[in-house]
């Protein structure tokens, strides 16, 4: 709706307050002339509720003046005038002010005088809204002239807009109305700015915005009550059938107009035909109109035929404004008629006697629901047949029977067919006979079968003979009869042949050609030369001329003309009776004798002809029964005399306007008016003939009786043109009474409009297949035509059409639908054409049109492409779909129809089953389509996989061909288009990690792992779910019993291990990590969860035990999870957090669903154990254990551990019952199967005690034992012990060694944050895997500190003694500053028997920033408490309480005892149900605890910081050397087997036992008095000592020193060397070799090879550390195996080396031969060194330092291993003789030094770096690198 927006109002208030004095803004003179005088007041209010005074000045031009200025007193609420004065001189405009000063301040009150301006007010903004484009919107606005003066003014505006006035001028204060037109010209948003310049010379000027938006309109047309479908009504025909419409009535029908456009659209409706044809039958009453916006509008349409029979079919054109859019609607409808029909043909009086008569009844029947008249054309005055109804109107659906009575008065027989005329129909006729007999004249009984001999003998040409000639040629064989006894011509003399064939006649033309009207002659037995006599006006009654008949008998017999009447009768003929001879005419007279005057007379004279030997039935035979000839004469006249009025007819015509159809020139149409006599006279009628012959009309007069009169009009065309002729009905012989019936029609040739001029041109169409396309046609004549399309045969295979033939309306259009089917790549031009016919004279080939069709296509070879020939749409969840499109390239030139086919290939487990049981998997949108040429097509795929496997789909097209039973395959085979594959997928997620603290910080990540069976939980995750696991995809609510059905038969422990009532809860962290590829919803469901809310009465109100125990768990959140569901997208992870409160005592259970959806269904029974604080328990996850396979026949089987915990508060001792080992010993020839090393034992709360077995099979089976294991004071627990044996020669390699004594998958790497960790081991499992015994290996870990503001320390122990003797971690403690790191090295010493190990190790990290806030709190509060101590106070009740921290522990000695313990005294003897307190209670017992009696606050003692615990797991497997050559061969070469290590034991490097870990917390008086002592003794005596004082001061001076300085220094080898040559020139013996142990080989035969076989690998050393050097600091003593070794060797060497210096001795010198000698026990030195152990063992150290301090120094930046290396030219090599002379000192003592120089570097760094791990010695390490590098 357009709108106008005025100029806001400006809200300016006339007056203003100062200081509490109301006045005014300001005084204004306008409408001033220089001159005059003009005075104005300014109004001063008080309006404060105390008096004022106030002070004036005068204003400062002389052209304004007031009152003196004088001190005004206003009081509270009164008021006073100042008068100003203006009197200007000249017009200007004046300004100036009145200054006012009040005890608050000053204000001003301005005063001016202005000039008079133009001014002119008009909206700011005009929006029209939405208009149509090429529509237009008006609105109006004022125009006002606010100023005092005349203003012009002038519009400037723009397209689409337009304002009038354009221009005009205003008076001053008038206004005017501005008429604004929006008019736009396209579907966009108009916005502009137009001026409007008003002033005398136009130079002000002012802004109107006009906003406006154009829309496109957009009209559609459908059906009453039909939806239209915009893409079939846009220039496209929507049809509005009428249906069925009777004839002379009109219906009217509304086309629906849909404006989708939100505005307005004027449309107009054209009707082409309208003003073109002469036979419209539909009309529309509306040519124009508006549709309102998104509404429909309904137009009516009326339809009113005037032909039965005939369809019609019209066009309208419904067009929008701007001609954007033309619908076209197409009006269809069908004239129907009445059904009327009589229910017998023939009616047989039979034979009657001179004065009887017969009777007959006649039904005419209606079947139609349309009203007729009818009317049947014989006078019942003087015919012998009379009808009881001779005229009337029958209604729809009616029956209504007719009495005719038969009266004859002459003996003959009687035969007349009598037309009935129907009302818009053809004629109807029945046959009337009847015979009369006398006892003189006994004529032959006509019987109907006669008629139909009689109709037979006639069409053959024997009517025309007598019967008696007929009898005679029969007799002498002229004729003969035929099967059916009727006349005909012998075999030999067959002229039937010959004779032109019978004309059947339609009823109409029946009716018409009678002999006078009609224009088809046939053949007439007898004729009478008029029909019609017409006295016309008789004035003299008593002289009235008779009018002649002749009669002409055309036979070949003599016949007898019968007259019915008499003289009586006002009409009558005579003679009555005469004969006529054969080929003669006779002449009768007609009497006309009226019976009164100003009467109107008619009658219908009948009379009879015959052969006159019919009157005798003796000269008649059957087979030439000739029937009689029925004459009638129309007579009429009247008796009006001269001067007199006839009567007034009072009539009604159903039509005034006959409009015949259009024919062919000499066809006959026929039509038929009804004249109603709506009066009680007579009517007398006469209509000419038209002269032209055209039309013509049957009766042309008559005299109407009775109501109804009948007329037939008869058009029969003779030229092609349109025929207009009026008659002129004269009416009761007067001119005034005339009626005009125009009669309209025309004759026409059939007449074909072909689209495009008659070519059809075919789009490019694949060889093969088949294009469709349409083509129109309109018939532009009114004949309904018959076509029928020809082809050529040899095109025929190219090209067919649909339909073939048919009919086509006038003024209709029709589409038909070509095919083109190409067999090659060529162009085709192919010339059909069309033969019409019109529908009335099909066949006849000389009426026929042609018109021909050229039609062009070409033929193309096409294929079909996929974008992508192969795609991958990864996983896919089962039972779910995914949609992907598809798009199908159609490159060639034709459009192509094809079909797309699938088939499925499953690539899995059970994929063979799953092919025969599974449907399709890939359902296509579109599988039959069409592919425009050189264009795309989106197919949209869903695959939706129903099992866990790979599903391969190879979509295939095949070309199909269209054509009227559809489309069909074009060949049988399949062309590849694009394969695709999906993988059907479970959500799938794994439990990554898991951490826990609480209650449970002391158990290790493999423990946890085990009592959350997070193995089985993963592997079950894995697997596919069931059926019954998916009956509920989603989490859903669908149990209605507390305990809710289960679905999975997965069941899994979720063991929260045990802890003492009241401690803080077990808190478990769990990482979930979506390890598939598709997203995964997860939940865990408490079983409220699952249970439906009911209502209160469909609830039991009874549960059991469970029930109860379940519902009290949930209540009190003894168990929750957080998150309880969450979603996770693939590869990505999710922290759980799992907490159980252990705030009752006892074994808690809560059943929990795993819920995956669309996935797995997992019951986690949630198991928690609390136990009192006095109560022994050991908490036992599960009763059965298994041991790691052991196979059978080992040396020496390895020990396995079982693991006992303690979750209570006090130690527990266990005992274990070993009877039923026994049993099991006794079983297997008193070998020990199962061997327990430590049955007893004690437990500390909280930790884990390793009871040790043996599990030795003796055969490949599975060996179970039931142990009872007791703990004393507590229960007894079963535990059965199951071992599986194998025979490792039958397995082979299918049985892997483990290393660990359950196979597990615990991860090693931290991924679960704990609240509060500062510090991160990168790696929480190391596993060293199977090592041989006597052997070290070393791995590498990282202690990160994360915190970016906390420093922190860490320190590392073992929680078992033993377990220090295999474990050795260095650096033992350190200190990490934020951000930093430090690497550490774990060392493990397989030592002992073999065994798995799985070790738990514990670092311990303090927060050292916390800690000294600690240390500093403690100090502040220890120094509190000695100031208390030593402090009285003095209470003065004035002085102020000061704010003073009392130290609880004070409180407590003085006997004031904290409400804490009170409270804990109070309840302690309560059942473990705490009490529940209110927040009230609570804030009071915080403040109670935390203040004394006397109200001051409490300051209590600083706790010390917890400490943050670490879990490193260890695992390893030692195996002897034997068996690890034996099942590890490729593996022996990895380690340094020192088997002198079984020699010693080792000693734990660790810094801390288990067993003191810490230090005592205090310290008795004694203790401490004792150390003060002797502490300040030492010190004492340090100070008085004058060479100490001397040593500090030369420390700074003396060199580094290293720790082997510090060691007794060792021999070498050359010492070695001379120390047994000594022995040999005294001749002692040397010392007996040792015994070799067990597992120890002789040293003497495998020294060369042991030495020999150890090898290092450089990975494995640079991911270990070495091991820690020994406190002795220097290399182990010479064993005796060693000397004997040595001394053995030089023996060996004396024998030949002194036959050799015999046979030489001329040849060499003495000196040669002691060079010599020392050169050969060189060599001897060296390869003996190389077998010694404690040669490898050193070498072993100072690879394992080098690489370890190459990867800390590469991790602290110091050295760059990625960098490239340097090539260093190195030079010149000394030649020969130098070395040679530079004699054997130089080159003896050179290595040994470089040798010691490097290892003690190498120690030196590894002790400082053991002391500073941060990095203090990083040149140390810089050098031992670069040495070993040269």
């Given at each position: 709706m357009p709108v106008a927006v005025a100029h806001r109002p400006r809200v300016n208030g006339s007056k203003t307050n100062h200081y509490g004095i109301e006045v005014a803004k300001g005084l204004t003179w306008k409408g001033w002339e220089p001159g005059g005088e003009y005075t104005k007041h300014v109004i001063l209010k008080n309006v404060k509720v105390k008096t004022q005074k106030l002070k004036y000045s005068n204003p400062n031009t002389r052209f304004f003046t007031t009152l003196y200025p004088e001190p005004i007193v206003l009081s509270a609420g009164t008021s006073f005038s100042l008068p100003v004065t203006f009197r200007p001189l000249e017009r200007n405009k004046y300004e100036d002010c009145i200054e006012f000063e009040t005890m608050d301040g000053k204000f001003e009150v301005p005063i001016q005088a202005v000039l008079p301006q133009h001014n002119l007010s008009l909206p700011e903004h005009l929006n029209f809204g939405m208009c149509a484009s090429h529509d237009h919107v008006q609105v109006t606005f004022e125009l006002n002239n606010t100023?005092?003066?005349?203003?012009?003014?002038?519009?400037?505006?723009?397209?689409?807009?337009?304002?009038?006035?354009?221009?005009?001028?205003?008076?001053?204060?008038?206004?005017?109305?501005?008429?604004?037109t929006f008019k736009p010209t396209a579907a966009v948003v108009y916005e502009t700015v137009i001026e409007c310049c008003y002033g005398n010379d136009l130079s002000h000027k002012k802004n109107l915005q006009l906003e406006g938006i154009g829309k496109l309109p957009h009209l559609l047309v459908s059906a009453p009550g039909k939806n239209p479908k915009a893409l079939q009504n846009v220039n496209i025909e929507s049809v509005i059938s009428f249906g069925d419409v009777a004839i002379g009535t009109t219906i009217e029908k509304i086309v629906e107009l849909h404006n989708l456009?939100?505005?307005?659209?004027?449309?107009?409706?054209?009707?082409?035909?309208?003003?073109?044809?002469?036979?419209?039958?539909?009309?529309?009453?509306?040519?124009?109109?508006v549709a309102p916006p998104s509404s429909v509008y309904k137009i009516p349409v009326i339809f009113s035929p005037h032909t039965v029979g005939e369809e019609s079919a019209d066009y309208l054109h419904v067009q929008a404004i701007g001609n954007m859019s033309k619908t076209v609607v197409k009006l269809v409808g069908k004239c129907k008629g009445p059904q009327v029909s009589l229910a017998s043909?023939?009616?047989d009086f039979g034979r009657i006697h001179p004065g009887d008569s017969s009777t007959r009844s006649l039904d005419i029947i209606n079947e139609s629901d349309v009203p007729a008249a009818f009317q049947f054309m014989i006078d019942g005055v003087e015919s012998v047949f009379h009808f009881s109804i001779e005229c009337g109107s029958i209604q729809p659906h009616t029956t209504q029977t007719i009495i005719i009575q038969f009266a004859p008065s002459h003996p003959i027989n009687y035969y007349r067919r009598v037309t009935c005329l129907v009302q818009n129909q053809y004629p109807l006729f029945v046959d009337l006979i009847g015979t009369l007999h006398t006892e003189l004249n006994k004529p032959a009984v006509l019987q109907p079968k006669h008629l139909n001999q009689y109709r037979t003998n006639m069409a053959r040409g024997f009517s025309v003979f007598p019967p008696e000639q007929l009898n005679e040629m029969v007799k002498t064989g002229k004729l003969q009869r035929d099967p059916d006894g009727y006349l005909m011509h012998p075999p030999s003399e067959m002229l039937e042949e010959l004779l032109p064939p019978a004309v059947s006649l339609e009823p109409m033309s029946e009716y018409f050609n009678d002999g006078h009207h009609g224009d088809i002659m046939t053949p007439a037995h007898v004729s009478i030369d008029v029909c019609q006599v017409d006295f016309d006006q008789c004035d003299h009654q008593g002289f009235i001329?008779?009018?002649?008949?002749?009669?002409?008998?055309?036979?070949?017999?003599?016949?007898?003309?019968?007259?019915?009447?008499?003289?009586?009768?006002?009409?009558?003929?005579?003679?009555?009776?005469?004969?006529?001879?054969?080929?003669?005419?006779?002449?009768?007279?007609?009497?006309?004798?009226?019976?009164?005057?100003?009467?109107?007379?008619?009658?219908?004279?009948?009379?009879?002809?015959?052969?006159?030997?019919?009157?005798?039935?003796?000269?008649?035979?059957?087979?030439?029964?000739?029937?009689?000839w029925c004459l009638t004469v129309s007579a009429t006249g009247h008796t009006f005399q001269p001067g007199h009025e006839t009567f007034l007819p009072s009539y009604t015509l159903d039509v005034n306007k006959v409009v015949f159809p259009a024919c062919d020139v000499g066809d006959s149409l026929y039509k038929t008016v009804l004249v109603t006599n709506t009066g009680t006279t007579p009517i007398h009628y006469t209509l000419e003939d038209d002269p032209n012959g055209i039309f013509k009309v049957k009766p042309t007069h008559g005299l109407i009786r009775d109501k109804y009169q009948l007329l037939i009009f008869k058009m029969t065309p003779k030229e092609k043109k349109t025929l207009r002729h009026q008659f002129q009905c004269r009416l009761n012989e007067n001119d005034k009474h005339l009626q005009v019936i125009e009669m309209l029609g025309s004759s026409e040739q059939p007449k074909i409009l072909m689209d495009a001029e008659g070519v059809l041109y075919f789009k490019p169409t694949c060889v093969g297949t088949s294009s469709r396309r349409g083509y129109k046609i309109r018939n532009t004549s009114r004949i309904p035509l018959h076509f029928e399309w020809r082809i050529h045969y040899a095109d025929s295979k190219y090209i067919k059409v649909e339909p073939m033939k048919g009919t086509i309306l006038p003024n209709e259009s029709q589409s038909h639908l070509w095919t083109f089917t190409p067999v090659d790549d060529r162009k085709y031009v192919l010339k059909p054409h069309m033969n019409v016919d019109d529908i009335r004279h099909i066949g006849e080939v000389a009426r026929r049109q042609q018109f021909s069709l050229r039609a062009a296509g070409e033929g193309s070879a096409g294929e079909l492409k996929a974008d992508e020939s192969f795609i991958d749409l990864s996983d896919v969840v089962v039972n779910t779909a995914i949609h992907k499109d598809i798009v199908v390239v159609n490159n060639s030139n034709c459009s192509l129809h094809y079909t797309l086919h699938v088939d499925q290939l499953l690539e899995g487990s059970y994929a063979e089953e799953a092919m025969t049981v599974d449907r399709l998997a890939l359902e296509l949108d579109i599988t039959q389509d069409i592919l425009p040429a050189r264009s795309r097509r989106i197919i949209r795929a869903t695959v939706r996989p129903v099992r866990r496997l790979t599903y391969n789909f190879r979509i295939a097209y095949q070309l199909l061909t269209p054509d009227s039973g559809g489309n069909h395959p074009l060949s049988e085979g399949h062309y590849p288009l694009c394969e695709m594959t999906a993988n059907g997928v479970y959500p799938v997620v794994q439990v990554t990690d898991a951490r826990c603290y609480g209650s449970a910080s002391g158990i290790s990540k493999a423990r946890l792992w085990g009592l959350f069976s997070l193995d089985g939980l993963n592997t079950s995750l894995d697997c596919d779910p069931s059926i019954e696991e998916l009956t509920y995809p989603k989490p859903t609510r669908h149990s209605t019993t507390r305990k809710a059905p289960v679905n999975t038969r997965t069941v899994m422990d979720f063991n929260f291990s045990a802890a003492p009532a009241g401690c803080e809860p077990c808190v478990v962290h769990l990482m979930l990590k979506n390890t598939?590829?598709?997203?995964?919803?997860?939940?865990?469901?408490?079983?409220?969860?699952?249970?439906?809310?009911?209502?209160?009465?469909?609830?039991?109100?009874?549960?059991?035990?469970?029930?109860?125990?379940?519902?009290?768990?949930?209540?009190?959140?003894?168990?929750?999870?957080?998150?309880?569901?969450?979603?996770?997208?693939?590869?990505?992870?999710q922290t759980l957090t799992l907490s159980y409160s252990h705030d009752f005592s006892g074994t808690d259970r809560l059943p929990v669903l795993f819920k995956l959806s669309q996935g797995r269904e997992i019951l986690l029974n949630f198991v928690g154990v609390t136990v009192d604080a006095d109560h022994k328990y050991v908490h036992f996850p599960s009763s059965k254990h298994m041991f790691s396979p052991v196979p059978v026949g080992l040396e020496t089987d390895p020990k396995q551990i079982y693991?006992?915990?303690?979750?209570?508060?006090?130690p527990v001792q266990y005992q274990l019952d070993l009877t039923a080992l026994q049993y099991v010993q006794e079983e297997n020839f008193n070998h020990k199967i199962f061997e327990c090393l430590n049955p007893t034992g004690e437990i500390a709360p909280g930790t884990t005690a390793n009871v040790e077995w043996v599990f030795s099979p003796l055969e490949s089976k599975t060996y179970m034992v039931n142990v009872p294991i007791h703990i004393i004071g507590g229960d007894t627990a079963l535990i059965t012990f199951t071992g599986i044996g194998y025979d490792k020669r039958v397995m082979g390699d299918t049985v892997q060694m483990n290393s660990q004594l359950q196979p597990s998958t615990v991860p090693s790497v931290q991924s679960v944050p704990i609240p509060g960790q500062l510090v991160y081991l990168s790696e929480e499992r190391v596993s060293f895997g199977n090592m041989p015994l006597f052997s070290q290996s070393r791995r590498m870990i990282y202690v990160t500190n994360h915190s970016p503001n906390h420093t922190v320390s860490f320190e590392w122990y073992v929680t078992s003694a033993a377990d220090s003797q295999m474990v050795e971690i260095e650096p033992v403690s350190a200190v990490l500053e934020p951000g930093e790191s430090c690497m550490c090295k774990v060392s493990f010493t397989a030592t002992g028997e073999p065994s798995f190990y799985d070790l738990d190790v514990i670092c311990e990290v303090t927060d050292e920033t916390i800690m000294a806030n600690y240390r500093r709190d403690l100090a502040a509060w220890e120094a509190e408490k000695t100031r208390q101590q030593y402090e009285f106070t003095i209470n003065d009740p004035n002085a102020p309480k000061p704010n003073v921290r009392l130290c609880r522990q004070i409180a407590q000695e003085n006997g004031r005892q904290s409400p804490v313990s009170e409270e804990f005294k109070r309840y302690q003897t309560l059942p473990p149900i705490k009490h529940m307190e209110t927040e009230k209670e609570q804030k009071d017992r915080q403040y109670r605890e935390r203040h004394?009696?006397?109200?001051?606050?409490?300051?209590?003692?600083?706790?010390?910081?917890?400490?943050?615990?670490?879990?490193?797991?260890?695992?390893?497997?030692?195996?002897?050397?034997?068996?690890?050559?034996?099942?590890?061969?490729?593996?022996?070469?990895?380690?340094?087997?020192?088997?002198?290590?079984?020699?010693?034991?080792?000693?734990?490097?660790?810094?801390?036992?288990?067993?003191?870990?810490?230090?005592p917390d205090t310290l008795t008086e004694e203790e401490e008095d004792l150390v003060t002592g002797i502490a300040a003794n030492i010190i004492r005596a340090l100070l008085d000592d004058h060479d100490f004082h001397e040593a500090l001061r030369e420390i700074p001076h003396e060199p580094v020193p290293y720790f082997t300085q510090f060691g007794e220094k060792p021999q070498t080898l050359s010492q070695m060397g001379m120390k047994i040559m000594d022995i040999e020139k005294t001749g002692s013996p040397l010392p007996p070799l040792p015994a070799p142990e067990k597992d120890m080989p002789d040293v003497r035969t495998h020294t060369r090879a042991t030495v020999a076989e150890v090898s290092f690998d450089v990975n494995s050393l640079t991911g270990s550390r070495r091991q820690s050097v020994k406190s002795e600091g220097h290399m182990p003593a010479e064993s005796p195996v060693s000397k004997h070794i040595i001394a053995e060797s030089i023996a060996s060497l004396e024998l030949p080396a002194r036959s050799l210096a015999q046979s030489s001795l001329a040849l060499h010198t003495e000196e040669d031969y002691q060079q010599s000698l020392r050169e050969e026990r060189k060599r001897i030195e060296q390869q003996t060194l190389k077998r010694l152990s404690e040669f490898g063992n050193v070498l072993e150290s100072v690879l394992e330092n080098t690489i370890f301090n190459i990867v800390n120094e590469s991790g602290q930046g110091e050295v760059n291993l990625t960098a490239r290396p340097r090539i260093i030219a190195l030079p010149p090599s000394t030649p020969p003789n130098q070395s040679t002379r530079r004699g054997s000192s130089g080159s003896e003592a050179a290595p040994s030094r470089l040798t010691r120089t490097k290892v003690g570097s190498i120690k030196a760094n590894n002790s400082m770096r053991s002391r500073s791990p941060a990095g203090s010695v990083r040149s140390g390490g810089g050098e031992s690198h670069h040495s070993s590098a040269r």
């Open positions: 100023s005092e003066l005349t203003t012009k003014f002038v519009w400037l505006f723009d397209e689409p807009f337009t304002l009038e006035p354009s221009e005009g001028t205003l008076p001053p204060k008038s206004k005017c109305t501005i008429l604004a456009a939100p505005v307005n659209v004027p449309f107009t409706i054209s009707h082409p035909t309208r003003d073109t044809r002469i036979d419209t039958v539909f009309e529309c009453l509306e040519t124009h109109g043909e023939v009616l001329e008779q009018k002649t008949l002749n009669i002409t008998n055309h036979t070949k017999g003599k016949i007898t003309i019968v007259w019915m009447g008499n003289d009586s009768h006002v009409f009558s003929v005579t003679p009555t009776t005469c004969d006529i001879p054969p080929l003669k005419m006779s002449s009768f007279r007609v009497t006309f004798k009226p019976g009164g005057p100003n009467r109107f007379f008619g009658s219908e004279l009948e009379g009879y002809a015959f052969y006159k030997s019919m009157r005798d039935y003796r000269l008649v035979q059957d087979e030439t029964f000739c029937p009689p598939g590829s598709v997203a995964t919803e997860w939940s865990f469901l408490f079983p409220e969860d699952l249970h439906l809310e009911l209502e209160y009465w469909a609830e039991t109100g009874e549960f059991d035990g469970d029930e109860l125990h379940e519902m009290r768990i949930m209540d009190n959140k003894l168990f929750t999870v957080e998150p309880k569901q969450g979603w996770l997208a693939p590869g990505h992870c693991e006992l915990y303690n979750g209570g508060a006090v004394t009696d006397t109200g001051t606050p409490l300051w209590e003692k600083p706790e010390v910081p917890e400490s943050f615990l670490l879990h490193l797991g260890i695992t390893a497997r030692t195996h002897t050397i034997a068996e690890y050559q034996s099942n590890f061969p490729n593996a022996v070469q990895k380690y340094f087997i020192d088997r002198s290590m079984s020699e010693r034991s080792l000693s734990s490097s660790l810094g801390k036992p288990a067993a003191s870990k810490k230090l």
